[in-house]
């Protein structure tokens, strides 16, 4: 939670353009949280507060979208540690929502490039800023930050928890060791998880966009619609670099 502030903080601090877009943050942790009080005293930021057995890696996820269906069209979900240091590209951002309310077969964008898409995708538009992703994508699903059509990301999920479920039973670990087995198999972005979603959520129809990478180096991550650092959290530990950039921003983790 404590990365989550550090997040939600900057998103208000360098996204002033947003800040009429509500932020929701989903936790098992009340309101009455000292950390969880703190992110809510941002501008337009609400609590969804998950049962226990909404708390999981994949089940956290179906939770928080299904309190906000019915109410939005369209989600960005973003983890904890992808932390914003500056202003996103509003233009981009506005051109990705377009697309998305103009053009019902488009499901999602990915506003990050990394990784971004193959050279061999065809532009979405001649001259645009986004390729429409394929089966020559090794990543057709990442956590990054990506603009999605609510309802398919929801469909997505609640196959891969089904899927999930299936896999997990045939290791033989106790139940405890549920959330361990989602997030050390990355059930999502292995292999396994790539060709669910391109079974099921690609194809006539179903339309995803990326933008397009800058450049092979690792900066072009800053010219990103979503600029952002790396992940901060590798493996468990907070990185370096993250911790030297809260304190910089006035926290200290």
């Known amino acids: 939670m404590k990365y989550a502030e550090v997040q939600i903080t900057c998103i208000r601090r360098y996204a002033s353009a947003l800040d009429n877009v509500p932020i929701f943050l989903a936790t ?5 949280d000292s950390c969880v009080a703190r992110i809510l005293d ?11 057995n909404e708390s999981g890696f994949l089940e956290s996820r179906i939770a928080a979208v299904n309190y906000i269906l019915n109410e939005f069209d369209f989600i960005l979900p973003l983890q904890e540690d992808f932390w914003l240091d500056r202003a996103p590209d509003l233009r981009l951002l506005m051109n990705a929502l377009y697309i998305m309310e103009t053009d019902t077969q488009v499901k999602s964008i990915r506003l990050m490039p990394s990784p971004g898409p193959s050279a061999h995708d065809e532009f979405y538009r001649d001259g645009d800023n986004w390729k429409v992703l394929s089966e020559k994508d090794t990543y057709r699903f990442t956590f990054q930050a990506t603009l999605w059509r609510g309802s398919l990301y929801l469909e997505f999920f609640n ?3 089904d899927q999930a479920k299936r896999d997990f039973m045939v290791t033989g670990q106790p139940p405890s060791d549920w959330a361990k087995f989602c997030i050390r198999i990355n059930v999502a972005e292995n292999y396994r998880g790539q060709k669910l979603f391109f079974d099921t959520c690609m194809g006539p129809g179903r339309v995803h966009l990326s933008v397009i990478r800058a450049h092979a180096l690792p900066n072009a991550v800053f010219l990103a619609p979503w600029p952002y650092r790396p992940t901060a959290i590798v493996q468990g530990s907070l990185e370096p670099w993250a911790k030297e950039f809260a304190e910089r921003e006035g926290f200290t983790l």
């Open 159 to 161: 196959v891969l928890l």
């Open 28 to 32: 098992e942790l009340t309101a009455t």
């Open 42 to 52: 941002k501008k337009n930021t609400h609590h969804i507060h998950l049962q226990p």
